[in-house]
């Protein structure tokens, strides 16, 4: 259930061009967070809460690691918070992704840019279970690039970049032709892409899951709603009912 | 100290209420806190059927504040009754219910709905919405549309009416004295002002809707000067709102003339601020020389 919790800031550094990598450390969020699910942090002199999602959990640590693109004023301010600090988050925010896959399916992760955070914490948990991971995450270039290495731990990884100076040139979905059979994916980016990839697997069981400016984050204000696909009317909210959402059941 | 206000149709054990439209129908909220903490609870607007609302980006953050432009999403008067309602009665609070339209037969028909039940203590008559294309605020900007509608709600609801006040009027004190005459029960005020921001990487309006409704503290003096304005020129209670994040806030609506208060947009920032408030007041209260909030009212006023 999500909960306002104060949460120690126990490490914020830049891993790659405009992207940090915040660990915060709390019992309770870090005992209750799934894979896809997020943090809403508050920031001094900002209104508006952030929705930030979660990339990894160390439960006996006590810690949540997030990742975050510094876009505008609210994740820079959060850029310059410093270890020791306390911040107020109201989390686990938000239904993450469902871990039910048939023993030893072959699996594959789709995550563009700042969307690739949570498919870690995903993939790590997947790949426990036994589960084959393969991996493609795309990002706008070489600088871009973050977590390679963390992803290789867990199996094959394939990496895009818009410009070529990294990986293959192009988008992810110039990739996932070639990488064979697979059960399930899992892809998480801006909806452009998710549109790309659900295109290009169709017939495919996945799970998108989808970012959207927030208000309150717990699914009062209905800011963050989504059409259902073929339903007049028919919404999800995406920060209580979502992010996650098997691919067919949103109109993207 | 004794926090309690009775106003028409809502007895109430604190002035607290939140927002419509920023505390859903309180489930999400009831997480968090007990909600018969609260003196009352206003439900988000209810139109006749459902309605999507408008597309998103639906909020964009301002200085010391929030646009947005939801567009009343809203299952639907009945379906609100059947199911939000009983929730909501579960709690010992007050309950107004926001009511919305596109036409005046519209509101009539979500007012005479309400009718049905006794869990419902008081309509709030929303004729102030900035985000939707027909009705909302068309009938919140001329005192005579407005005063038409406040009229025929009168008589086709069998519960207190109070009139939700845009300020995006060049005289509030004559729309107040116009939904007065016409037979309002209370007013609430204010509704948020019309905004706009320009993102700058796509050139365009942030807001998919283009426009959308200024909240919080950045409102809160405009909120405080109408309400000062209109307390002298009509003699039913107002509901403060605008902008309302602390206990001290409070207290300066009560002294501009405001009976109670509604709390919106920073239960967005802090789902517990409600219950935090009413927790503070007492103290503030006391720190000002005050032994209840019913001797507040309008002391600001000279």
Same mark, same amino acid.
């Given at each position: ?31 209750? /967070?799934? %894979? ?18 979660? /990339? ?59 969307? @690739? ?11 426990? +279970? ?9 990002? +706008? ?10 992803? #290789?731990?867990?199996?094959? @990884? ?19 032709? !070639? &990488? ?73 | 100290?004794?926090?309690?206000? #009775? ?6 054990? !604190? ?30 607007? /209810? ?9 998103? %980006?639906?909020? $964009? ?13 809203? *299952? ?5 009754? +059947? ?11 007050? &309950? ?25 203590? $008081? ?6 919405? %900035? ?15 407005? =005063? ?11 519960? *207190? ?14 729309? =107040?004295?116009?939904?007065?005459? =016409?037979? =309002? ?5 204010? !509704? ?17 809707? #283009? ?7 950045? &409102?809160? %003096?405009?909120? @405080?000067?109408? &309400? ?54 007492? +103290? ?19």
């Amino acid at each position: 259930m999500i909960k306002k919790e104060f949460m120690e800031i126990i490490s914020n550094k830049e891993i790659a061009l405009d992207t940090f990598e915040l660990v915060l450390k709390n019992k309770y969020v870090s005992q209750a /967070a799934g %894979p896809g699910q997020f943090l809403h942090i508050s920031l001094p002199g900002h209104t508006l809460r952030r929705p930030i999602s979660i /990339a990894s959990v160390d439960p006996d640590a006590c810690t949540v690691t997030t990742i975050f693109k510094v876009i505008g004023s609210g994740t820079k301010a959060l850029s310059f918070c410093k270890e020791g600090e306390m911040i107020d988050v109201l989390g686990p925010g938000g239904n993450g992704f469902s871990l039910e896959n048939e023993a030893g399916s072959r699996i594959l992760l789709v995550g563009g840019g700042i969307g @690739v955070p949570p498919l870690y914490y995903l993939g790590k948990q997947l790949a426990a +279970q036994g589960h084959k991971i393969v991996s493609v995450l795309g990002f +706008q270039n070489k600088e871009s690039v973050f977590y390679e290495e963390r992803f #290789k731990e867990f199996g094959e @990884v394939h990496i895009a970049t818009d410009n070529g100076s990294y990986g293959t040139k192009g988008f992810v979905t110039d990739v996932i032709g !070639n &990488i064979g059979e697979i059960d399930r994916y899992y892809t998480v980016g801006p909806i452009p892409m998710l549109r790309a990839v659900t295109e290009k697997l169709a017939g495919t069981p996945g799970y998108i899951s989808l970012e959207e400016r927030m208000g309150c984050g717990i699914g009062a204000c209905y800011a963050c709603v989504i059409p259902l696909k073929g339903e007049e009317h028919g919404y999800r909210k995406i920060c209580s009912e979502g992010p996650v959402f098997e691919a067919n059941e949103v109109a993207l | 100290m004794d926090l309690s206000v #009775k106003l028409p149709g809502l007895d109430m054990k !604190n002035p607290i209420l939140p927002a419509s439209g920023c505390f859903g129908f309180g489930r999400e909220f009831s997480n968090f806190y007990d909600l018969s903490k609260l003196g009352g609870i206003t439900m988000k607007a /209810a139109t006749l059927h459902a309605r999507y609302g408008n597309p998103t %980006p639906r909020v $964009a953050e301002t200085a010391s504040g929030m646009l947005n432009a939801i567009g009343l999403q809203n *299952p639907g008067v009945a379906k609100i009754i +059947q199911e939000e309602v009983p929730f909501l009665a579960q709690f010992d609070t007050k &309950i107004m219910a926001n009511i919305a339209g596109s036409t005046a037969e519209e509101y009539i028909e979500v007012a005479k709905s309400f009718n049905d039940t006794d869990d419902v203590h $008081a309509l709030e008559l929303n004729i102030s919405c %900035p985000n939707v294309k027909e009705g909302g605020i068309q009938f919140g900007t001329d005192c005579m549309m407005a =005063a038409s509608i406040t009229e025929q709600v009168k008589k086709a609801s069998r519960h *207190p009416v109070y009139v939700k006040l845009s300020p995006n009027v060049s005289n509030i004190g004559e729309m =107040a004295k116009a939904v007065e005459a =016409a037979g =309002a029960d209370g007013i609430t005020m204010i !509704n948020t002002l019309t905004g706009m921001q320009i993102h700058l990487p796509s050139k365009r309006p942030l807001i998919a809707n #283009k426009t959308g409704g200024l909240s919080g503290p950045a &409102i809160k %003096p405009v909120a @405080v000067r109408m &309400i000062y304005e209109v307390k002298q020129q009509v003699n039913i209670p107002i509901i403060g709102m605008g902008g309302i994040s602390t206990a001290e806030d409070v207290l300066e609506f009560l002294l501009a003339g405001a009976s109670a208060v509604a709390v919106g947009t920073a239960n967005f920032q802090n789902p517990c601020v409600c219950s935090e408030i009413i927790d503070e007041l007492p +103290q503030v209260l006391e720190c000002y020389g005050f032994n209840s909030v019913q001797e507040t009212i309008g002391k600001g006023i000279q």
